[in-house]
C-alpha cells in the first residue's frame, strides 16, 4: 500500500507478494483492499496461514487472527493461491462494450488497463471491472469470474474476447487452438520495410537475460506474424499485423527482431516519437477482431477505431 512494485510477467502458479502496512490497521482489510480481494477470503487466507508478519527489531507475532491490529510499519507476505481461484472484489473500472449477448463480450480495452491482478496490480484490473459489471460471470470451474479468452499487454488498447459461461470458454479456446479467430493490430514502426507484407517466423521465450522482456530463442515457442504496410512516412511505417500464435508480447517482440520496433516500445528498443512527446505506451492496438460465435454460428467481425492519444501521434508527429 505505500507502493506500487514493477509490473511482471505472472509465470508461477503461486506468487508471494510483499507489503508493510502504512497505519494500525485490520489485517484482513489491509490484505483485502491490497490485493484488491474479498474481506471473507481475505480472512481465509489468513486463517491458512498464507500470510505472515514480521517487524524490524521484534520477533513475529507469530499467527494471528483476521481482525488483527497491524501496526504501522508491520511487512506482510501474502503466499497467493492460483489466480483462478481468487474472489476478487468488483471494482468500477471504465472501459467500453462493443458487443454483448449471453454468452459472451467484446470489450475495448483502454491503454494503461491490466487485464488480469497480478503481481504490483492486485487491484483496478479489467477482471475487477468486469465483475463490477456483470455480477453472474461463470461460473468457471466453481469461481464467479469472467473468462478470460486472450489477454493484452497494459500498454495495449482495442479489442479482446470475453466468455461469459464455462462451455463457450471451452469452445474459444478450442477455436484460438485451431487458429479459428482472427485478431488484427495496428502498429506504428521505426523504419521503411523492405518487403510491403509477409510473415516473421521467430520461436518466443523468455529474455536469457531480463525475466521481464521475451525474446526470439532457439528453445522458444514457435510463432508467426503476418504483416503488410499500409503507408511510410518520415521513417516510420504504420503496419497491419495478424497474429498467427499467440505468444506474450509476439508482435513487439517480432518487429524488434525484424529491425521495426515500436514507436513507444521502450522495452523492446523503441523509441519515443521525440524528445519533447512522451506517448507513455506503446503504439499498438488491436483493431479488429473476427469470430464464429459458439452458439448461433453466425460469423462475427467488430473494429475498434484508433484511440485519440495515437490519432494525436500521427496528425502531429508523422504527418508534421
Known amino acids: 500500500m505505500c507502493g506500487n512494485s514493477e509490473e511482471h510477467i505472472v509465470e508461477k502458479i503461486e506468487n508471494i507478494e510483499k507489503f508493510s502496512a502504512c497505519a494500525e490497521q485490520r489485517l484482513d482489510v489491509l490484505v483485502s483492499r491490497h490485493l484488491g480481494i474479498t474481506r471473507s477470503f481475505a480472512q481465509k487466507l489468513i486463517r491458512e496461514g498464507r500470510v505472515v508478519l514480521t517487524r524490524d527489531n521484534s520477533a513475529p507475532p507469530g499467527k494471528v487472527k483476521p481482525s488483527y491490529k497491524t501496526p504501522a510499519g508491520t511487512n506482510i507476505s501474502v503466499s497467493i493461491p492460483p489466480l483462478e481461484t481468487l474472489d476478487i472484489e468488483p471494482e468500477d473500472v471504465p472501459f467500453n462494450v462493443v458487443h454483448e449477448d449471453d454468452y459472451l463480450l467484446v470489450v475495448d480495452k483502454p491503454a494503461g488497463l491490466v487485464v488480469h491482478p497480478s503481481p504490483g496490480h492486485w487491484k483496478g484490473t479489467l477482471v475487477h471491472g468486469l465483475l463490477f459489471r456483470y455480477p453472474n460471470l461463470g461460473p468457471f470451474n466453481n469461481v464467479a469470474r469472467p473468462g478470460i479468452v486472450h489477454r493484452l499487454d497494459a500498454g495495449t488498447s482495442g479489442l479482446m474476447l470475453v466468455a461469459r459461461e464455462q462451455k463457450t470458454m471451452e469452445m474459444f479456446q478450442k477455436a484460438f487452438a485451431e487458429r479459428q479467430i482472427e485478431k488484427k493490430y495496428i502498429a506504428l514502426a521505426h523504419g521503411n520495410f523492405a518487403r510491403r507484407e509477409g510473415i516473421i517466423e521467430g520461436s518466443i521465450g523468455r529474455h536469457p537475460q531480463n525475466r521481464l522482456k521475451m525474446a526470439v530463442v ?93 490519432r494525436h501521434v500521427l496528425s502531429r508527429y508523422v504527418f508534421n
Open 218 to 310: 532457439g528453445d522458444g515457442r514457435p510463432s508467426s506474424t503476418g504483416y503488410r504496410v499500409l503507408w511510410n512516412r518520415n521513417e516510420f511505417s504504420l503496419v497491419l499485423c495478424k497474429l498467427l500464435t499467440g505468444r506474450t508480447h509476439q508482435i513487439r517482440v517480432h518487429m524488434s527482431a525484424f529491425g521495426h520496433p515500436l514507436a513507444g516500445d521502450t522495452l523492446y528498443g523503441g523509441k519515443e516519437i521525440d524528445k519533447t512527446h512522451c506517448l507513455g505506451r506503446v503504439f499498438l492496438h488491436s483493431w479488429r477482431l473476427s469470430f464464429t460465435h459458439p452458439v448461433t454460428g453466425l460469423d462475427l467481425s467488430f473494429t475498434s477505431h484508433l484511440p485519440g492519444e495515437l
